[in-house]
């Protein structure tokens, strides 16, 4: 029924199972900003159960960050993050019927680079040249010619992937043993399309460099990328937890060890057409924090925090010094 978004591990269960805990709600930063339970996990969820139309849940739908940090809360285990896309899926395909959908098709791409190890940069680091080069130079890797940038912008607006276009970019991606990927939606695709892909976040490859822990402060607040974090909740919190506890960094964490996100942009925000709420996401992720300077995985909340906050503030590649 939803395509692509139905590939979810088989442990995941879908909407019927959510019992109305509502644990969702304590970490959705879309409920913090507008205390309206139909904008939620949860109430996505009840509307499905009740038998609401697509057209009724069609505006709300768009709101949800997609930050994932519902999912390792939820008691259920609900694949809650297919929910949304199969839910923006059939919005597309009820505002443009079958045949007058635009598909996600792409450019016929060089060949890409076979090396062991290989980078997907996201748009962020493309429009920062000078530390895209030095994540590479740092992680001695390839930096792929297609970074799937229209399939995860597909998958977040819910237009159809063509299949050629699917298979164009995942075939040279089934040769290197490492795959290094910036954008966390596309990570959490990736492991689902290449199950048995070593692929981690860039924030995790980058954090786990000798050089790059080293200059790691105990002072300085740490923040993560929630997408790539939430995708492998269960072992990535033992890799920031192991990075805590060497080097006495903050962390963008709450008491459940879910990452509070520095920007969360809902889908009119990402796709530009409406204005994003940055302001308000970072000043809730420094509220009460005695730092001297902030580091990023994501170069998307390089700009959010240099707007409200007077500590430095530098991509994670950057702590290297020399």
């Known amino acids: 029924m939803f395509g692509f978004y139905k590939k979810s591990p088989a442990a995941r269960k879908n909407y019927s199972d959510c019992s109305g805990c509502s644990l969702c709600l304590l970490v959705c930063p879309v409920w913090r900003k507008s205390r309206d339970v139909s904008l939620t996990p949860h109430g996505h969820a009840k509307a499905l159960q009740n038998g609401i139309s697509i057209a009724e849940v069609a505006a709300s739908v768009k709101n949800c960050t997609l930050c994932m940090a519902c999912e390792p809360v939820c008691p259920e285990n609900i694949d809650i993050i297919g929910m949304i896309l199969g839910l923006r899926r059939q919005q597309v395909l009820w505002e443009r019927p079958p045949g007058r959908d635009r598909a996600c098709r792409g450019q016929e791409a060089a060949p890409t680079d076979t090396s ?191 707007n409200v906050s007077d500590v430095p503030v530098m991509h994670l590649a950057e702590v290297v010094q020399g």
Not at 160 to 169: D, G, M, V, Y
Not at 214 to 236: C, F, N, V
Not at 257 to 281: F, M
Request: aromatic share 6%; glycine share 6%.
């Open 116 to 306: 062991s190890t290989m980078l997907l940069p996201d748009q962020a680091l493309h429009a920062h040249p000078n530390i895209l080069a030095r994540v590479a130079a740092l992680l001695e890797i390839s930096i792929s010619e297609d970074d799937g940038a229209d399939i995860s912008l597909a998958l977040e607006s819910g237009a159809t992937i063509a299949e050629r276009r699917l298979q164009r970019f995942l075939d040279p991606l089934r040769k290197p043993k490492k795959i290094i990927v910036a954008d966390g939606l596309l990570l959490r695709y990736l492991k689902q399309w290449l199950p048995d892909a070593n692929t981690i976040g860039l924030g995790e490859a980058l954090s786990g460099h000798v050089a790059v822990r080293r200059g790691l402060r105990a002072t300085d607040l740490y923040m993560i990328e929630p997408r790539a974090y939430h995708t492998d909740y269960q072992r990535t919190v033992k890799h920031y937890d192991r990075l805590r506890a060497d080097h006495g960094c903050a962390f963008n964490l709450d008491l459940q060890r879910i990452v509070i996100p520095a920007t969360a942009r809902n889908l009119p925000q990402r796709l530009g057409l409406a204005a994003s709420n940055d302001e308000g996401q970072a000043h809730w992720a420094l509220h009460g924090r005695n730092i001297s300077r902030i580091v990023v995985e994501s170069l998307e909340d390089l700009a959010a925090f240099e």
